[in-house]
């Protein structure tokens, strides 16, 4: 066999391999790990490694990027907790793969790049497309909250994904010449932005809003007009922020009354119990007034084969979950309150819903979620089970620990030793199953290297990225953004998953692309 038909094989192969990975992201774990296994061995089988290590030596981009695979090993001489350091290094593997091989291989070409972005496309579609056949009840998939949602991957991260298939989609709608292709991918763009509300994300609401405020202020700053730009970019800014507002407001609005007005007794004569001290509302309405405990439990067997004891999904106690949802109809927690619930209430009463306006999925429900979870924080110090809340005391005991080790970090393997240890220093009140990392991809970084290290992991971020302009390109700025918007609420490099996503998409568009100096919608414009 020529060398040359060796060359075009082994490059057939790689192709192969990262469309594995473009459909494996939003579909499948296992397609990620087999995807970059072979991606490896096919390197391996290639040979010519003195060509190809020469190639990767002048190859600044994949070198300086290289650098922070190699502060994760150096990271492992001052580790005591050495299987969690081998773990690591397992997961941060791709850091190491993706440089290397495509660094030193012949790019691709555009239009390979293009196929591996719709194919992409097409499985995240699919993904999304399960989440809502799931969603409407159509399998046999036991559902409890909007994380059961995707089958395949976390909810986080298929909700990264579909913030870079956005970008994408959106690079390509500003930039193909048919109506009918416009209008196709704008509804796909409309999908996806409805697939993001299904799933509750507030990462990705957030991402996509970031984004595009960027393209908006991009935008506005062409506009000559200085009255018009600045008229223009206070509407930006004020209309989401009277959206935000409006909504806490709405949260925090209490009904008056007074204690002395409010009736004794129901109406069949049984005696309410009025607590206004606990101030926990649900629509504005106080939980814990006009409440008769022995009526509910007369009323509710009527119109519920569960009992108000039972434990339902997410350890919730159905009394609770009973008494909170009739709040929140503005309905008193007697009989009849109960005999005015319909049966779509009971049904999303029995499957643990507090609140009658969390029954439609959206992202709406999840901010009130938020609101709800900050509020009892605030009264009652509760943060166990609270998503959010939670992750301020990751931040907290995170800084406590990188302030400690300002210079060099705790090392690659002690992470979690290091928060296990400071969680008890603190005293902290999260119970221990809660008791997590960072959640926070740049702390992780300055707590494992110290803030040198944090240093350095920017720079060998950003830096490749300007030294192959691949900041020209629209779809690499969505994906830029949406992995630094994550890296603040999430350890993205801590997982296979998030790693993954990153590399792929990083590797895809700094070293594995042909043309460094095309303009920011050259890769989805495709001259027809």
Known sequence: MSHSRRERIHQEIQFYCLALMAVGLPLSMFLMSVST????????????????????????????????????????????DMDF??????????LLAYPIILGSTPALDTERIRRLMWLYIAALV????????IYLGLTSREVNDFRDLSPFISHIRLSLLICVGISWLASVVLTTQRPLYKLGFSVLIAWLIFSLNLLQSATGFVILGVFVAVCCFLLLWKIRNTWLRFSLLALLIVVPSVYLVDFVNDYFRKDEFDLAELDKTTLSGTLYTHSPEETVTENGHLVFIYVAYDEMEREWPKRSALSLDSTLP????????????????????DSAGIAALSDDDVRSIEKGETN????????GKRIYVILQEFDLYYHYGEMNGSSVIQRFEYLKTGWHIARSHPFFGVGTGDLRQAFNQQYETDRSQLHPKFRLRAHNQYLSIAIGFGF??????????????????????????????????SFLSEDTLETQAGVSFFIFFYGLFVWARKSARSGPLAIANRQS
């Open 314 to 333: 997410g350890d919730l106690n159905l009394q609770a979950c009973l008494i909170r949802y009739l709040t929140s109809k503005n309905l008193r927690k």
């Open 85 to 94: 350091y081998a773990d690591d290094l397992r997961i941060k593997l791709p």
């Open 37 to 80: 296994i072979l991606l490896s061995l096919n390197w391996l089988a290639w040979g010519n490694f003195r060509q190809r290590l020469t190639t990767l030596c002048t190859n600044k981009a994949a070198l300086i990027f290289l650098v922070i695979f190699a502060m994760h090993i150096l990271g492992g001489l001052y580790s005591s």
């Open 356 to 363: 009658y306006r969390y029954v439609n999925q959206s992202i």
């Open 126 to 133: 699919l993904s999304t497309l399960v989440c809502l056949v």
């Open 452 to 485: 040198v290290g944090l240093a350095i992991f920017l720079f060998c971020l950003i830096y490749p990225a300007v030294l192959t302009r691949s900041y020209r390109l629209m779809v690499f700025n969505g994906f830029l953004i949406t992995a630094l918007v």
